[in-house]
């Protein structure tokens, strides 16, 4: 079965900062990667998603993006945070071989002050 | 595209009774229907799917409904405990696309 690994944990950042958030993703190859996020006591947002190296998908203009430099490597960016983009960011995969079933990793919960 | 719409967004029940949570779709082609409970501080956990060629799956406590004429699912969690107590999501997925459209979410409390 696949284990989801994503860093930090917790993230305090100024506004204007930059950030980076990590996930990688163990026990399966090529899979579909995602990157959600949710607000305080909210839905899941979908935020982007990737098929392959290099191939990112955007489901929701703002000022993150993400990029998969590896197969089982997914990074999501900023450069300058907004207060608006704090929340619980999830990263997900999902096995091609069992379709559909996407599984979280442990998120980050991040606060931008 | 797809949308989901998910009631009740929040539900209160004793200790053993039932609990159902209904969820309603859009695109009729949708084959795919995860749900997911997700604890205070956690991450989502997939603890039931159907896909569309059933109308019926059960996992001890929990269940899954489809009526895929009148576009719905819904979950059903017998003899309901406290320790159920977590925000569910459904979601939906269309053949072919590997994204899930999910639900709003219900926050499930039940007391001891």
């Given amino acids: ?113 | 595209g797809e949308n989901v719409e998910q009631h009740p967004s929040t539900l209160s029940v004793q200790e053993g009774d039932s609990a159902v949570i209904k969820c309603t779709y859009s695109d009729s082609a949708s084959n795919y229907f995860p749900w997911y409970k997700q604890e205070l501080g956690k991450r989502p956990q997939l603890i039931i799917d159907i896909r569309s060629n059933v109308g019926e799956k059960k996992d001890q406590r929990i269940a899954v409904t489809l009526n895929k004429t009148a576009k719905h699912f819904s979950l059903h969690i017998t003899e309901t405990q406290p320790e159920d107590s977590a925000v569910y999501f459904c979601a939906a997925s269309l053949p072919g696309y590997s994204t899930l459209t999910f639900g709003k979410g219900t926050m499930l409390l039940v007391s001891p």
């Fill in chain 1, 1 to 113: 079965s696949q284990t989801i690994h994503q860093w930090p944990a917790t993230l305090v950042q100024p506004v204007g900062s930059p950030l980076s958030l990590e996930c990688t993703v163990e026990g399966t190859s090529n899979p579909n990667l995602y990157w959600y996020r949710q607000a305080a006591g909210r839905g899941l947002q979908l935020l982007f998603y990737s098929v392959g190296i290099g191939q990112i998908s955007s489901e929701v203009p703002q000022n993150l993006s993400a990029s998969r430099p590896q197969d089982r490597q997914f990074i999501l960016s900023s450069k300058k945070l907004l207060l608006s983009d704090s929340g619980f960011y999830l990263c997900a995969s999902d096995d091609r071989g069992k379709y559909n079933e996407q599984f979280f990793g442990p998120g980050t919960r991040l606060t931008v002050l």
